[in-house]
């Protein structure tokens, strides 16, 4: 069931996106925790918090993308999902051996 990100609790956002941030391999430990103005390095808070805004302003806009074709079908949504557009595709096809092939 889907759940809007105006539907969670500022509490329940939080636990998100330390979650995502958690499956996506990012250890958020690693940041420091006060504000060092010598490296301007985001402290875990400002990250979270940045984060947590994204979260509640963005997504709906591209969860509401659809394909310029009109009528979008399940193996279209599937397909965008299984194989984003490459910002540069010649070096992801040389790094994966198919420039070669």
Request: hydrophobic letters at 40%; a negative charge; zero cysteines.
């Amino acid at each position: 069931m889907p759940v809007s990100a105006a539907d969670l609790t500022d509490e329940e956002l939080t636990a998100f996106v330390k979650a995502r941030l958690l499956v996506s391999g990012f250890d958020l430990s690693l940041l420091p925790t006060t504000f060092d103005p010598a490296t301007g390095v985001p402290t875990q808070d400002t990250l979270v918090t940045s984060l947590k805004g994204f979260v509640r302003s963005t997504p709906g806009a591209i969860n509401t993308w659809r394909p310029a074709s009109g009528e979008a079908t399940d193996e279209d949504l599937y397909a965008q999902q299984v194989a984003p557009p490459l910002e540069y595709p010649s070096i992801v096809e040389a790094w994966t051996g198919k420039v070669d092939a």
